[in-house]
């Protein structure tokens, strides 16, 4: 499996909250800008290499992600010792929370993506602004319209992302996380 996902270019990491390291195998290495060889991280190690708002990001999608026993996917922006942006990778892991450790542990993919160029019929017909732009879940209990408008009054409130769950187990929950568009 190794081979195959080296040939994609796809690098393996796992990140465990309750020991603090990030360990990525070689591949996952060369993508944050490090020798190509496997590597344990300290988190801050692993910080200093991704944009501080992608980093923020992070941990939202992720607590979104154990909410709805989903994957985590974000796209992280991968800075030099200068702060320069040298590349754009997705990232997509299953992360899971322990209770008794108090811990996320996570254990997913890095890959390379490239964003379309301006001008070109890719970048005329993509998306513009967040592609997070808006995600909802409603589970039983709530209805969806009581959602909608409740993002509808939040895209006045800035850039950062915004996640609210409420309800019971009685009533059922509504949660939602909205991040602006640029």
């Not at 996902?5 to 591949?27: I, K, R, S």
């Not at 732009?133 to 209990?141: D, H, K, N, T, V």
């Amino acid at each position: 499996m190794g081979e195959a996902l080296a040939a994609l270019a796809t690098g393996l990491w796992h990140w465990d909250t309750a020991t603090g390291l990030v360990t990525v195998d070689a591949e996952a290495a060369r993508l944050l800008g490090l020798p190509a060889e496997q590597v344990s991280l300290t988190e801050a190690q692993a910080r200093a290499r991704l944009h501080p708002v992608d980093w923020n990001e992070i941990t939202g999608v992720i607590q979104l992600a154990v909410a709805e026993g989903t994957l985590a996917e974000v796209r992280i922006r991968i800075m030099d010792e200068q702060g320069r942006i040298v590349r754009i990778v997705r990232s997509r892991s299953k992360p899971s929370f322990d209770r008794a450790r108090k811990a996320y542990r996570l254990i997913g993919t890095l890959q390379e993506v490239t964003e379309p160029t301006p001008g070109t019929p890719a970048g005329r017909s993509a998306v513009t602004g967040d592609w997070r732009r808006s995600r909802e879940a409603f589970l039983p209990g709530r209805g969806a319209g009581a959602g909608r408008g409740a993002l509808r009054r939040r895209r006045s409130c800035g850039s950062r992302p915004i996640c609210r769950c409420r309800g019971s187990r009685r009533t059922g929950w509504r949660c939602s996380v909205w991040r602006a568009t640029g």
